[in-house]
């Protein structure tokens, strides 16, 4: 087996969770750079699975790294509309933004992500597939198809499935949201969608799903499309009346399009728990290894979100030379966006119970306006709100 020399950090997965870690890092520590590898299974750009829609709370994180996501090709979607069987409300963001959100597609996205971690000097990896990692008290062995990397601390920013998650907690109840994705024309001849805007339908509820089908704006390779799917929490115990892909289906009719004509794809995401464990001695883990968004399935700015308190945890521990780790859950749940996660994991507890059509058809249509004030208020705008109480230094 071939062997490596060693690296004082190693970060599996180049998405935003692991990008961010680097960045936060390259901010916080420099001098941690020139020791820090990270590992990708893929070659950028490689396909991902994602709707794409880029909140303000990412562009906050990314803004504070010295990065404009505008580089990027991305759509500003007018306004996001929750309806239920097509009525309901319509909010932004921001109260007096001047778009919902962006969406940008997440092969260009992560491509840039990557290639800004590139200019500020780390050395990323890819084509290479962790397979397992061993700690022990001196060091942590990651184990790959091109041979061992030896390091001081791993970061698990390797997704839902995440393969670092699995060596530090070999045996834990699964929380796993389902997801099923295609991507379409917008053909706006038929459908009663505005193109500039983005949709979030309910209508699934009373059929057991514990979510909502979608409709977003975006770009590929510089031509209009439309990125839809089905989103399913699962954070109840009940099973669906019917199938994701049945409910995608009947969804596509009412706006012209058939299923079979497109190419379907699904992924899991692993939504947050604050009960659940996020570190072992020299193992960290971000983004959807450790758990995102179980109310709408939101990841991309909760990756970015995780980075920084990643950074901010191995920045300590290289410091006090205590690499134990066993700050970091409190920190996760101390900060910001541990809140914000916290509250959506209880709301869509609590939500995705009814099933009702009148009660959901009462919430989007007649409760907009608290519905607006208390996404803002309390499970939105995190990132803003860190940055207005962290230490001058962070």
Request: net charge positive; with cysteine; hydrophobic share 40%.
């Amino acid at each position: 087996m071939l062997y490596f020399n060693h690296y004082d950090i190693i970060i599996v997965g180049a998405g935003p969770a692991g990008i961010s870690t680097a960045l936060h890092l390259a901010k916080l520590a420099p001098e941690l750079v020139s020791r820090t590898l990270i590992l990708e299974k893929a070659q950028n750009p490689r396909h991902k699975l994602c709707g794409g829609g880029l909140l303000p709370d990412a562009e906050v994180v990314l803004r504070h790294l010295g990065l404009d996501v505008t580089e990027i090709p991305h759509v500003d979607v007018d306004w996001a509309r929750f309806d239920f069987d097509s009525r309901g409300m319509r909010m932004r963001a921001e109260k007096n933004g001047r778009y919902a959100f962006r969406t940008i597609r997440r092969h260009e996205f992560d491509a840039w992500l990557v290639g800004k971690a590139r200019e500020r000097g780390f050395l990323i990896q890819e084509n290479t597939t962790v397979k397992g990692i061993t700690a022990s008290e001196g060091e942590v062995v990651v184990t790959t198809n091109r041979g061992e990397y030896h390091t001081q601390v791993v970061v698990g920013a390797d997704g839902s499935n995440s393969v670092v998650r699995r060596a530090i907690i070999p045996h834990e109840d699964l929380h796993v949201a389902r997801l099923l994705e295609i991507v379409t024309e917008p053909k706006p001849e038929k459908s009663v969608h505005r193109q500039s805007d983005s949709y979030f339908d309910f209508v699934v509820i009373p059929q057991g799903i514990q979510g909502y089908v979608w409709d977003f704006p975006a770009l590929e390779q510089g031509k209009p499309v439309r990125v839809r799917g089905i989103f399913d929490s699962n954070v109840n115990s009940f099973k669906a009346d019917i199938s994701l892909r049945f409910a995608l289906d009947e969804e596509l009719g009412r706006h012209g399009l058939s299923l079979s004509d497109y190419k379907l794809e699904g992924h899991p995401i692993r939504w947050f728990d604050a009960k659940s464990a996020f570190s072992a001695s020299r193992v960290l883990l971000a983004g959807d290894a450790a758990g995102t968004d179980a109310l709408f399935g939101e990841g991309i700015s909760i990756a970015l979100g995780y980075g920084r308190l990643a950074a901010q945890a191995i920045r300590d521990a290289f410091t006090r030379k205590d690499f134990s780790f066993s700050g970091y859950k409190r920190s996760i749940l101390q900060a910001e966006l541990g809140k914000a996660l916290c509250r959506r994991t209880w709301l869509a507890k609590f939500y995705y119970w009814f099933r009702s059509p009148p009660f959901q058809a009462f919430v989007w249509r007649k409760m907009g306006w608290f519905i607006a004030w208390a996404m803002r208020a309390f499970f939105i705008g995190w990132a803003r709100r860190q940055e207005s109480h962290k230490p001058a230094h962070l």
